[in-house]
């Protein structure tokens, strides 16, 4: 039974962008790997935080909608805590109405685009 | 002296009849039925200016949307999008 979940994680700002994408990349391919599969994804780019983490005061903030099952959860976590590049991570489980929400976001986001 | 017809009370302006505004819960009323911590600026109506969390008191708010505001707020707190404390947040 795989499950909506959202993830939301802040990388440090020494990052160049290709490592920015790279790391990007190691959770988007973790994702799948794992029986997983990315709805979507968003880029905020870099950020200034409303308060300063491990002495930083912006961060490159990206956005992983995916299914997956309800263990993997921990799985992610544990590699987020592991990867130095990572500052801070929240992972969300939507239900039906923030998934709607989240539905409607997209569309608005991809009007805006075109 | 005292005119028994002019005993009633005088007053110097006209006392003004103060007419409540009914509360009510922005939720409940536009039928929004998730709160979004990804947000910030919406999330910014319900804190005061130190950031602290306003009660319901003031904002009308329902019990059931104030529980997802709070949760909410505490959310974006963590992802650094919200202050802990600040002043002249705003």
């Given at each position: 039974m795989l499950k909506h979940y959202e993830t939301v994680f802040i990388a440090t700002p020494v990052l160049s962008e290709v490592q920015i994408k790279e790391a990007v990349k190691k959770y988007r391919d973790f994702i799948t790997e794992n029986g997983g599969e990315i709805v979507y994804e968003e880029d905020w780019g870099l950020k200034k935080l409303a308060y300063p983490i491990q002495k930083k005061t912006t961060g490159f903030y990206h956005l992983?909608?995916?299914?997956?099952?309800?263990?993997?959860?921990?799985?992610?976590?544990?590699?987020?805590?592991?990867?130095?590049?990572?500052?801070?991570?929240?992972?969300?489980?939507?239900?039906?109405?923030?998934?709607?929400?989240?539905?409607?976001r997209r569309a608005n986001k991809s009007e805006t685009k075109n | 002296m005292a005119n028994p017809l002019n005993n009633e009370i005088r007053y110097l302006n006209p006392p003004t009849v103060e007419v409540k505004k009914k509360k009510y819960c922005r939720f409940k009323k536009a039928g929004i039925k998730y709160v979004d911590y990804k947000d910030a600026e919406f999330l910014k109506r319900f804190l005061n200016e130190q950031g602290k969390i306003l009660p319901?008191?003031?904002?009308?708010?329902?019990?059931?949307?104030?529980?997802?505001?709070?949760?909410?707020?505490?959310?974006?707190?963590h992802l650094s999008l919200l202050p802990y404390v600040t002043d002249l947040l705003k």
């Open positions: 992983i909608e995916f299914k997956a099952d309800a263990a993997f959860v921990a799985k992610l976590e544990v590699q987020y805590r592991r990867d130095e590049r990572i500052i801070r991570f929240l992972t969300f489980a939507l239900d039906k109405h923030a998934a709607a929400y989240a539905e409607r | 319901r008191r003031l904002t009308g708010t329902s019990l059931k949307f104030q529980k997802k505001v709070s949760q909410a707020v505490k959310r974006a707190r």
